[in-house]
């Protein structure tokens, strides 16, 4: 079947027509086409997403995408199954914008409406292949240089029991997988998820918004093992996480040295990092080992992070699991996870409510 889908949830405003089979057991997608427009620019002198000014910047940008994606290239609206929406979680002006265009468009071309989670879909969001990227999104998708990387990158065909560790701007969860649609959550963040971790120390250290990129980008010249910055909660024995008193850490770090040269902000920015991907690639290991797990799933913005996908890359083959993690284009807020997750729902006969549920949960 044929997916148009819709997402809106927070600072990007995404469509993507994705072309969905093989049902429960072996689902397949190809992404024909997947749009982004990025709202970045918009919200950086602010340091973080104002809603309301999101709200408008989806309301401005959803018919010019839609316009873009040229539905008459694709055997125009006739030719499509589904329309898909992200119902939540995310910012509730953000959402209602999403679901009512969505809506107008699904009486105009008398389609079927689905809602979708935008949590499952990042998890889904290891199912898809590369899409063949678009001029607008170029600059912004880059390739792992592992070749291990990409092999795991190009192998869709997922094993269960699985662990996935979702890692965003708003969750950090770890989950068991008994199959496709078969979950149950092991722990999540008591605190700040693992990308606002990043986007709080990156203002703190003056770097613009998001901030999970831009400390990654320093942290390639500075030395990990210079600080020694606290890994909260690495050894307790559940699968929860709490990133606040690892940013307090880094506050206080900077409170008590003054003058800080480049070098010292690039070994301030790795050696956070490698707080973060220490206690995040611990945790999951041990969860993959302590359920008999075959495969590890990493998705989410923060699974853009080189440091991240490589070191938990190695950790799963030291223990011979298989790992996966989404092409680059798929991690951060995309629509055409959006789709996978809507195609799921739809084999399921699962109707989330067509309205903004912002802590919709997983
Ligand atoms: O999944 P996402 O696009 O939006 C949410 O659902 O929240 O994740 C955005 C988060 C931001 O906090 C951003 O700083 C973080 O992902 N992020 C990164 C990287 N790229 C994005 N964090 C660390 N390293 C990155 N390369
Ligand atoms: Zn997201």
């Given at each position: 079947?044929?997916?148009?889908a ?5 600072d ?7 072309r969905?089979?093989?049902g ?30 999101a ?12 316009r ?22 995310g ?23 689905l ?15 590369q899409g ?6 170029k ?17 869709k065909d ?20 008994d199959s496709?649609v078969?979950?149950?959550?092991l ?9 606002e ?17 831009e ?14 910055f ?6 307790a024995?559940?699968y ?9 850490a ?10 800080l ?24 290991i041990r969860?993959?080992?302590q359920?008999g ?5 990493l998705?989410?913005?923060v ?18 699991l ?7 284009e798929?991690?951060t807020?995309n629509?055409a ?10 084999l399921?006969?699962?109707k989330?409510?067509l ?8």
């Amino acid at each position: 079947m044929r997916i148009l889908a819709i997402e809106t949830s927070c600072d990007e405003t995404a469509i993507a027509l994705v072309r969905a089979s093989g049902g429960l057991r072996a689902p397949r997608f190809e992404v024909l086409k997947n749009l982004v427009a990025s709202q970045i620019e918009t919200h950086r002198p602010y340091g973080g997403v104002v809603p309301n000014l999101a709200k408008r910047e989806h309301q401005k940008n959803l018919p010019v995408i839609l316009r873009r994606l040229n539905l008459n290239k694709y055997g125009g609206s006739t030719s499509i199954d589904l329309i898909a929406v992200t119902v939540g979680p995310g910012l509730e002006p953000c959402l209602w914008t999403g679901i009512e265009f969505a809506k107008n468009l699904a009486k105009e071309i008398k389609k079927p409406l689905l809602g979708a989670n935008h949590m499952e879909a990042h998890l889904y969001s290891n199912w898809l292949p590369q899409g063949k990227s678009h001029p607008e999104r170029k600059r912004r998708i880059s390739r792992d240089s592992s070749s291990a990387l990409r092999r795991t990158q190009n192998d869709k065909d997922i094993k269960f029991p699985a662990v996935a560790l979702l890692v965003s701007g708003g969750h950090t969860i770890l989950l068991k997988m008994d199959s496709l649609v078969k979950w149950k959550k092991l722990g999540e963040t008591r605190d700040d998820a693992a990308g606002e971790a990043f986007d709080k120390v990156a203002r703190l250290l003056g770097l613009p918004y998001p901030g999970g990129p831009e400390i990654e980008k320093l942290a390639i010249y500075g030395r990990p093992t210079s600080i020694d910055f606290p890994r909260p909660m690495i050894n307790a024995k559940n699968y929860e996480f709490s990133f606040s008193g690892l940013k307090t850490a880094v506050l206080y770090y900077l409170r008590d040295h003054f003058n800080l040269g480049t070098s010292d902000v690039q070994n301030i920015a790795a050696s956070f990092q490698q707080a973060i991907v220490d206690v995040l690639v611990k945790k999951t290991i041990r969860a993959a080992i302590q359920y008999g797990s075959k495969s590890v799933l990493l998705s989410g913005g923060v699974a853009a992070n080189r440091a991240l996908r490589e070191q938990l890359a190695l950790g799963t083959k030291r223990f011979a699991l298989r790992f996966h993690v989404p092409f680059f284009e798929y991690n951060t807020d995309n629509a055409a996870m959006i789709a996978a997750a809507a195609y799921i729902s739809h084999l399921r006969k699962k109707k989330l409510r067509l309205t903004a549920q912002p802590n919709l949960n997983l």
